[in-house]
């Protein structure tokens, strides 16, 4: 199931007695998602020039940047996680349909529903056990083994992409579940 067409699903006009549920939730996940896209896209602009700064010093002065790995690791984890729900609600994420294109439509609404609410369930047990590492690592002290820097807020930070795309897959769920009702 293409999630663009989803995404196009709640930008229509609600009918009458339609549940407006998913439809809200979007009014409020966009501009989230968008904002959390846009910390992901300046973190990747902030890579790009520790790394060009990086190469250039190892290169010309023979003093590469201390903890560059370091940094490279945790800036991609900001980056993955912030960028998820935008691209989700954006219904950009490739999908490889083989067998459910041959399915009739009725069939292909329904097999899309409960991947959603799957997705939901399993994405929110991400988002829970996250947080519950974050805590154990925060326990722990637990930092990177160059800069000392502690790893704990990253995860946290992890728990929060997480839990705002989980929170798009319900709101996908939602609009699809409407979508199968109304059939």
């Known amino acids: ?48 020039l520790m790394l060009i700064y990086s190469i250039i010093a190892r290169r010309v002065i023979s003093v590469p940047l201390k903890g560059s790995m370091e940094l490279t690791e945790l800036a991609l984890g900001i980056i993955t996680f912030f960028t998820l729900a935008y691209d989700s609600l954006k219904g950009e994420s490739m999908v490889v349909e083989l067998i459910t294109d041959r399915f009739p439509r ?36 637990q930092t990177t083994s160059v800069l000392s820097i502690p790893l704990y807020p990253f995860l946290y930070i992890a728990a929060f992409g997480t839990s705002l795309l989980t929170v798009v897959y319900l709101m996908h769920f939602l609009s699809s579940l409407e979508k199968a009702w109304r059939k």
């Open 1 to 48: 199931m293409k999630e663009r067409a989803v995404s196009e699903t709640l930008k229509k006009p609600a009918q009458a007695g339609e549940v407006k549920i998913a439809s809200g939730l979007n009014k409020v996940l966009e501009p989230l998602g968008t904002y959390a896209a846009y910390i992901g896209a300046a973190v990747l602009g902030l890579l790009v």
């Open 106 to 141: 009725r069939c292909q609404d329904i097999i899309g529903t409960v991947i959603r609410l799957f997705s939901t369930g399993i994405l929110g047990i991400l988002s829970w056990q996250l947080i519950v590492q974050g805590m154990r690592l925060y326990g722990y002290h």
